[in-house]
């Protein structure tokens, strides 16, 4: 499978469980970008973002990001039918063991619970098994005729895996999920993962960012920006949710970023929805 071609070649090796930092190894060259056609979507995209609840598909945008499992083929064509396009959702670097492939991961790959998500374990990506899940992954997202990609928890690194995950480990999976979505035709956004944005924008198609807003990071995307592709940005604090005003502010300063930015509920339901753009 492609994705684990790459990555393998890239890496030298998996071990060893541990707490960590954000590791350093002896930088690697990265490949070269994939070339092609599939969806890139430029600055000012209207786009809305649901991941759970009944989805409400009559939002006047032009995507619609939503769950590559939850999501039905039928849901799809509809969209696919106003002329929106649809980006597909999964986790790349986590096990959610309520997953249609949850019991294809071995047990030594699971690592530490995710901070403020309990029912989800850190992956090691550095494994092939992991790889090849990913991979199929995407081949379900081609299947289901979903124009992108948005592999989700894709900066381990700089968490509490239980594996001594490198800064070049993410960057070998992040670019080989990059290949792995370009070689099925589909575009793919870099979620977070703000400290290496200058290393990977040439190998993805958009952002996905949560939160930059409330924690002064929004500057780290900036190279999305120069690039003219989509900066999707949601974020949550009360603050913009309760106060029209602070919204406004808010709004406005990410209007002039050229960010498309939502304020949204944490779990994404389509409680309530609020567009800058």
């Not at 997202?141 to 992108?148: N, P």
């Not at 009360?238 to 209007?255: I, K, P």
Request: proline letters at 4%; a negative charge.
């Amino acid at each position: 499978m492609l994705l684990c071609v790459v990555v393998l070649t890239s890496l030298n090796g998996c071990g060893g469980n541990g707490q960590e930092d954000p590791q350093s190894s002896a930088p690697l060259p990265l490949p070269t970008p994939v070339q092609g056609e599939w969806y890139s979507p430029a600055l000012g995209t209207t786009w809305q973002w649901q991941l759970s609840g009944d989805l409400n598909t009559q939002y006047d945008v032009d995507v619609y990001d939503v769950d590559l499992f939850d999501v039905s083929e039928s849901h799809i064509a509809n969209l696919h039918s106003q002329g929106k396009q649809v980006i597909c959702y999964f986790s790349a670097g986590s096990y959610e063991q309520w997953r249609e492939d949850a019991a294809q991961f071995p047990a030594h790959v699971l690592g530490d619970t995710l901070d403020g998500w309990e029912d989800e374990r850190w992956l090691d990506i550095r494994d092939e098994r992991v790889l090849a899940i990913m991979d199929s992954r995407i081949e379900l997202a081609k299947s289901k005729e979903c124009d992108a990609v948005e592999p989700d928890n894709v900066d381990g690194y700089t968490n509490h895996t239980g594996f001594n995950l490198t800064h070049e480990d993410q960057l070998a999976f992040n670019v080989a999920l990059s290949d792995s979505a370009h070689a099925a035709g589909l575009g793919i956004g870099l979620k977070n993962d703000l400290d290496q944005i200058i290393e990977l924008v040439p190998y993805f198609d958009f952002a996905v960012n949560e939160q930059c807003f409330e924690y002064s990071e929004c500057e780290a995307l900036q190279p999305f920006i120069d690039a003219n592709k989509a900066v999707f940005n949601a974020e949550y604090h009360s603050r913009w949710v309760n106060d029209e005003t602070a919204r406004a502010d808010l709004c406005e300063q990410a209007n002039a970023m050229g960010f498309s930015t939502l304020v949204l509920p944490l779990v994404l339901d389509d409680s309530f929805r609020f567009s800058c753009l």
